[in-house]
């Protein structure tokens, strides 16, 4: 027993020695997923960082003698999903700590966790420091697009002051005989090595399957009568269609066995991750009653229920705004986040977005802003229309048909004026868009949702300023006073009829020619 103890005096030596020489730091960024974040304060003063060597130290806890490790932990962009960490119980006859069926499960949300781990120390430990290491188990990308499952060792140093104390080295007496001791056996542990969910995401209302992992971490013992039990203290996750309960009769050494249960999330579940306990029963070869116990996170999810009714819209004039409201409802259960609409649409642009807040559960709002139409869709427009155009009242087309004779221009009552000339009248257009509503849910994934609408402008026509109000009449000839020329002013006359005729025919056939080339 002395050299024993000598022994595990001069390893606990070189281990302090081994920390002097190798202060504590983080793994490289760079060659890790998971570092420890050196800056972090993990102890009661500002100076307590692991950067400083800050080293966890033991405290008593009643008869036992306890360690609470701080492991502040940073992320990079390789890691996929949660985080399993767990004591590393592969070396647990170097390691001072006695195993456990303890681990953390770190929801990924975060780039930065500080994750504590309150440890037991083994009886038979002796004051020192020592190295106690950690696995972390998740997802994560290999560097080429492909997600698989990875795990990484992490390393702290704690101190060790209350347990057996640095023994004295003595001469080693003349032994004794003496009869055989038998030596104490460890117990052998079974924990949930892993675990996994059928769905990517997990709505309230929704089944899926748990799957188990179980490893008997013994390397010389095997167990059995094993009983996992797995359930809901809240009740918000209840099994489906088969028993929460699982029997396996013996699980071997170093082996693992898997077994899976359906859940099915109640439709009231708040969107946020919920608790399972997994109680194990088992005993071991000498039928000694053992067990072991953990704890599942199950991320659950709110289905997102956002209706957006039809926008009403109010006509405008050239060059005022459109006034445009959409009334939105959240009927769903989980409240949503940063709700924005703006618009799109050729031509068209909001005064401003409009920014709603937070929409409760149950809520409804009323989303409302001004809508301009620019100068160039409606020049566009009104080029696509061909023209500014109106219609005249039956009295303007008969006051102006003078007019149109002498200008060319086809004017009936009740028709269209051409040509630039309107009747003082109106025209519509119309300009299709969208109401753009973009929102968050309580994950901070983002949704959009689109309604369309359609934004009316109506251009007023106006009279042209220099038409004439009366059609212009010929100035009448004067009759000759004298008898005797009457002859010669009927002579004169039917010339200037030919004349008028032949002027005429001229006119008509420039006008004919004029409408076919149009």
Do not use: H
């Not at 027993?1 to 504590?24: D, E, Q, S």
């Not at 795990?151 to 004794?176: G, H, N, W, Y």
């Amino acid at each position: 027993m002395k050299t024993r103890g000598i022994k595990l005096c001069i390893w606990a030596l070189c281990a302090a020695i081994l920390c002097t020489l190798l202060p504590l730091s983080p793994a490289r960024a760079e060659a890790s997923a998971l570092v420890l974040d050196a800056t972090a304060q993990v102890g009661t003063q500002a100076t307590d960082t692991y950067g400083n060597n800050y080293v966890p130290t033991s405290y008593k806890n009643g008869t036992k003698v306890m360690v609470n490790v701080k492991l502040p932990l940073v992320k990079n962009a390789k890691i996929k999903g949660n985080i399993t960490i767990r004591p590393d119980t592969s070396d647990y006859e170097t390691s001072p700590i006695v195993a456990g069926n303890l681990q953390r499960v770190i929801s990924n949300a975060a780039a930065v966790w500080l994750t504590e781990f309150p440890l037991e120390v083994k009886a038979s430990a002796i004051n020192g420091r020592y190295p106690v290491n950690f696995v972390a188990e998740y997802m994560a990308d290999d560097g080429s697009g492909v997600i698989a499952a990875a795990s990484q060792r992490l390393t702290v140093f704690v101190e060790i002051k209350d347990a057996s104390p640095v023994p004295t080295p003595t001469p080693e007496p003349t032994p004794e005989p003496s009869a055989p001791v038998t030596k104490p056996q460890s117990q052998p542990r079974v924990i949930v090595s892993k675990y996994s969910v059928s769905a990517d995401k997990i709505y309230a209302g929704e089944e899926f399957d748990l799957t188990l992992e179980l490893t008997n971490t013994s390397a010389s013992r095997n167990v059995q009568n094993v009983k996992v039990t797995v359930s809901s203290a809240d009740g918000m996750l209840l099994p489906v269609g088969g028993s929460n309960i699982t029997y396996f009769a013996k699980i071997n050494r170093q082996a693992k066995v898997q077994t899976t249960y359906r859940f099915r999330a109640q439709p009231d579940t708040p969107a946020k991750p919920q608790n399972l306990s997994v109680a194990i029963a088992y005993e071991d070869n000498q039928a000694a009653a053992l067990s072991e116990e953990a704890t599942l996170s199950i991320p659950i999810f709110q289905q997102i229920r956002f209706k957006a009714n039809e926008p009403k819209v109010y006509e405008a004039t050239a060059g005022e705004s459109i006034s445009v409201s959409v009334p939105v409802y959240n009927m769903g259960k989980s409240t949503l986040y940063n709700v924005m609409a703006t618009v799109e649409g050729e031509g068209l642009r909001a005064e401003q977005s409009v920014y709603a807040g937070n929409l409760e559960s149950g809520a409804n709002k009323t989303l409302e802003m001004n809508v301009l139409v620019s100068d160039e869709a409606l020049a566009k427009k009104q080029t696509q229309n061909g023209g500014q155009s109106g219609e005249m009242s039956p009295e303007d087309a008969e006051k102006y048909q003078g007019v149109a004779r002498n200008t060319g221009v086809s004017v009936a009552p009740g028709g269209a004026i051409m040509d630039g000339m309107f009747s003082g009248g109106s025209q519509s257009y119309e300009f299709p868009g969208e109401v753009v509503i973009t929102f968050e849910d309580d994950n901070g994934d983002k949704y959009t949702q689109r309604v369309a609408f359609n934004a009316v402008v109506n251009q007023q026509m106006e009279y042209p300023t220099d038409m004439p109000t009366e059609p212009s009449e010929p100035e009448a000839v004067r009759k000759p006073v004298w008898p005797w020329i009457v002859g010669g002013v009927i002579a004169a006359a039917a010339v200037g009829g030919i004349i008028v005729v032949t002027v005429t025919k001229a006119r008509r056939r420039k006008r004919l020619l004029e409408d076919e080339n149009l």
